[in-house]
C-alpha cells in the first residue's frame, strides 16, 4: 500500500489533470461571428459552459474562443439556438381615470308670517328638490334643496414596439421654458444675453419585456419628476423598481392612486358639502408581432 504525502498529493492530481486535458485534446482558437445577439448579452451565459483551461470572450458581434475541438463544436451548435433574431414585441399601456362627485345643497330665502307648505318635485327657479313655502303668495319663503352626482371615466392608450430583452421608456408631461442670462465682460463693455432653454418634466416608467413561452416576465422602473419648491429650474425625481409577469396578451395592473375628497361651506342661510372620489390605474399589455 502506497501512501502520499500533502505535497505529493498535489503532484498527483496536477498530473491526472494535465492528462486529462492532453486526453480531450489540444486546445484551438477560433473567431465565431455573431448575426443577432451581441457578445457582451451571450458571455454570461457561455462561460459556464467552456472548461478550463479553455475561455471564451469577445466584444460586440464576435466571439473568441479557445477550447478543445469538441467544446468548439458544441458550443456552435448551442448558439444556432441562442444567437436568432430577437422576437419583437408591441406594449401597450391603457390609463384609466375614474371619478365620482356628489353635492348638496341647503339654502333659506325670504321671509314669512302665514301658513308653511312643503312641496317636492321640481321648482321653477331651483330646477329641482325640495321647497318649503309659505301659504301666501305675496309672502314668500322657503329652503332649497340640491343635490347632484356625477360620474365620468377617461381612458387613454399608448404603445410601443421593442425588441424581446430590450429597454422601452413610455412617460407623459410636458417640457417647461427656463430663462437664464449670461453677463459678458469685454474691455469697458459689458453685454447682456438672454436665453431660453427648456427641461423635462415628465412622468412614466422604463419597462424590459422578456419572454418565457406564453408568458412574459416584466421589469419596471416607474420614474416620476416635477418641479422643486426651491425654485431657479430645480427639478426633484423620484425611482422605484419591481418585477411583475403575466401571459402575452393580456391586460397586466401595473400600478394605480386613489385620491379622496370633502368640501363643507356654510354660512347663516346655506350650507353645500361635496364629496368626490377619483381612482386612476395603469394597466400594460403585451403582444408579439408576426413576421419575427
Do not use: C
Not at 49 to 59: D, E, H, N, Q
Not at 66 to 80: C, G, M, P, V, W
Not at 193 to 211: A, N
Request: hydrophobic content about 35%; proline content about 4%; glycine content about 12%.
Amino acid at each position: 500500500m502506497i501512501q502520499l504525502s500533502g505535497k505529493n498529493l498535489f503532484f498527483s492530481l496536477l498530473l491526472l489533470l494535465t492528462i486529462g486535458s492532453q486526453a480531450a485534446g489540444p486546445l484551438l482558437t477560433e473567431v465565431i461571428p455573431l448575426h443577432y445577439r451581441s457578445a457582451e448579452e451571450l458571455l454570461p451565459m457561455l462561460r459556464p459552459l467552456v472548461p478550463r483551461p479553455g475561455t471564451v470572450t469577445g466584444m460586440r458581434y464576435q466571439l473568441i474562443v479557445r477550447a478543445t475541438e469538441q467544446d468548439i463544436a458544441e458550443l456552435r451548435s448551442l448558439l444556432l439556438r441562442l444567437d436568432q433574431a430577437p422576437r419583437q414585441l408591441l406594449i401597450k399601456v391603457r390609463r384609466g381615470t375614474a371619478s365620482h362627485r356628489n353635492s348638496s345643497n341647503t339654502e333659506a330665502f325670504g321671509r314669512t308670517g302665514g301658513n308653511v307648505h312643503l312641496e317636492t318635485g321640481r321648482h321653477p327657479t331651483s330646477g329641482g328638490g325640495l321647497t318649503l313655502r309659505t301659504g301666501d303668495d305675496k309672502q314668500n319663503a322657503g329652503v332649497r334643496i340640491r343635490r347632484t352626482r356625477g360620474h365620468s371615466d377617461e381612458s387613454s392608450v399608448q404603445q410601443i414596439r421593442v425588441l424581446n430583452g430590450q429597454e422601452a421608456f413610455i412617460r407623459s408631461g410636458q417640457s417647461v421654458p427656463f430663462g437664464q442670462r449670461q453677463v459678458i465682460v469685454s474691455g469697458r463693455r459689458t453685454s447682456v444675453h438672454g436665453t431660453i432653454q427648456y427641461k423635462d418634466v415628465t412622468t412614466g416608467f422604463y419597462v424590459i419585456p422578456r419572454l418565457s413561452g406564453e408568458r412574459v416576465v416584466l421589469n419596471i422602473s416607474p420614474r416620476s419628476a416635477r418641479l422643486s419648491h426651491r425654485g431657479g429650474g430645480a427639478i426633484d425625481i423620484q425611482q422605484a423598481q419591481t418585477t411583475l409577469a403575466g401571459r402575452l396578451g393580456e391586460w397586466i395592473l401595473i400600478g394605480g392612486s386613489s385620491r379622496r375628497s370633502s368640501d363643507t361651506e356654510s354660512g347663516i342661510t346655506h350650507a353645500t358639502t361635496a364629496r368626490g372620489d377619483e381612482s386612476k390605474q395603469i394597466w400594460l399589455k403585451v403582444e408579439e408581432l408576426a413576421g419575427r
